[in-house]
């Protein structure tokens, strides 16, 4: 996070910090487990979709709401979730990539922005013996970027002490523990996109104000 510089004046009359970033790391990811002789054809796992804060910790005050775009065969494909955890449990047998448009709270004054995920049900060492002891969990790094953020939610967020969030689905066991040396190439990579998404959805912003 850079120092706070100047403020200046937003397309919509907010007050904005110039020259200031704020960076909130969290993760989109799937894990799904075999049902074993429980499965059929179109009912071989139970899945969940998820989006988390990068220690399991409470991002209601940045998030607003998560919508889980599914695959258009499933009922209701469009799924809103407006308070942690930011989670849905569905069964299936294919896997599929999934869009997950995040909203930000409402002193945020930023626009939506869009994540593109793989729900994966099979490990690729072994795919056609899966197991209905360990799941398959595929987590992905990002950062939230917000670049020039408005003064109060950048004062709000920067002064707020987040909670774990109570996962009541059990899956908190099989999350993946980050190690920042290990994966700073992909996390750097991580970061460079939401960077020009973001970047992009202020253009946007500007070329309507």
Known sequence: MSAPGETFVGPRGETRLRHTEFVFPVVVGTCAFYLGK?????????WYLYLRGLNNEDIGHIVKKAVFNLHPTFPNPQREVTAPPFEIEEHGWGEF????VLHFADDSQEQPIEIYHKLKLYDEAD??????????????YEELI????V???FNRVTNYRPGQVHNPSGITAHFRHYAPDEDMQRLTA??????V????VHRQAEMLA
Do not use: C, D
Not at 97 to 100: A, F, G, K, L, P
Not at 146 to 149: C, R
């Open 38 to 46: 429980k499965a059929t054809e179109t009912q071989s796992h139970k």
């Open 197 to 200: 998404m973001s970047a992009s």
């Open 190 to 195: 991580a970061r460079q996109r939401v960077a």
């Open 97 to 100: 990539e999934v869009n997950v």
């Open 127 to 140: 795919p056609n013996n899966p197991s209905a002891k360990k799941p398959v969990l595929n987590e992905q």
């Open 151 to 153: 003064q109060s939610f």
């Open 146 to 149: 917000f670049s020039e953020p």
